[in-house]
């Protein structure tokens, strides 16, 4: 069983930055890839950015490439989505899940929802312009 919480979201200006932290209990956090969602009124959760065990190997979506950076620290079981430059069409519920799937020790996890078995509550990210 895994546990997420995450943290960190708030009300930031267009161009502002905020990190986003996920807390993990259960001891097999640190044997999984990661990943963080979005969620908008209206729209489908969509895929953020991926990170192996490892950390070693992240995946981002195109629209906040260079913008966004994943991170992990396993020694915490916490997972980080750093986001910079930050634009009104980021505001949605951000969600961190863990994928249970294997495919190898660079394996960023799928850009599908549907593949992930546990998730946290989500947390709000408001962006005004």
């Known amino acids: 069983q895994v546990q997420l919480v995450e943290s960190g979201g708030g009300l930031v200006q267009a161009g502002g930055s905020l990190r986003l932290s996920c807390a993990a209990s259960g001891r097999i956090f640190s044997s999984h890839a990661m990943g963080w969602f979005r969620q908008a009124p209206g729209k489908e959760r969509e895929f953020v950015a991926g990170i192996n065990w490892s950390g070693s190997t992240t995946d981002y979506a195109d629209s906040v490439k260079g913008r966004f950076t994943i991170s992990r620290d396993n020694a915490q079981n916490t997972v980080y989505l750093q986001m910079n430059s930050l634009k009104p069409e980021d505001t949605a519920v951000y969600y961190c899940?863990?994928?249970?799937?294997?495919?190898?020790?660079?394996?960023?996890?799928?850009?599908?929802?549907?593949?992930?078995?546990?998730w946290g509550q989500g947390t709000q990210v408001t962006v005004s312009s």
């Open positions: 899940a863990a994928d249970l799937h294997y495919s190898g020790n660079y394996y960023t996890g799928s850009t599908s929802s549907s593949e992930y078995a546990y």
